[in-house]
């Protein structure tokens, strides 16, 4: 079940504001391909255990590959009813001057959207809006 917090939203209308054609594109392979397998993502260390990972999103409307493209950091929970995918922090290559300042900064943004869990009643998946 994929899992969109109001807090990734804002994270992910800051990174796409530089990329108005790609919102779509990035809207739609979050919801489809990525929730499908998640999986595809790099393992990330130093979430005290949690399984963290980091997928490269292409932005082919820019013509930038996976190499120089989006970072989607996400946390893969196994629960009784199944894989939870809670995306909760997203950048551009080349945006911070070395990853471990982006690691970092994912540190920080993971809080966010696990307080917003908290709080919440249900999860908040079948948010009305994705991106604005």
């Known amino acids: 079940m994929l899992i969109i917090t109001e807090s990734f939203l804002r994270v992910l ?50 013509r930038l590959g996976k190499g120089h493209g989006l970072r989607l950091l996400y946390l893969v929970e196994q629960t009784e009813k199944g894989q939870s995918v809670l995306p909760f922090f997203m950048y551009k290559k080349g945006f911070f001057s070395k990853e471990v300042h982006a690691m970092a900064d994912a540190k920080k943004a993971l809080k966010e959207p696990l307080q917003e869990l908290r709080e919440a009643e249900k999860p908040l998946e079948q948010s009305s809006r994705f991106i604005r």
């Open 13 to 62: 209308e800051k990174c796409l504001k530089n990329y108005p054609q790609s919102k779509q594109e990035i809207e739609d392979y979050i919801r489809k391909g990525f929730a499908a397998d998640v999986d595809n993502g790099d393992p990330c260390t130093g979430y005290g255990g949690a399984a963290v990972r980091k997928l490269r999103i292409p932005l082919k409307k820019y």
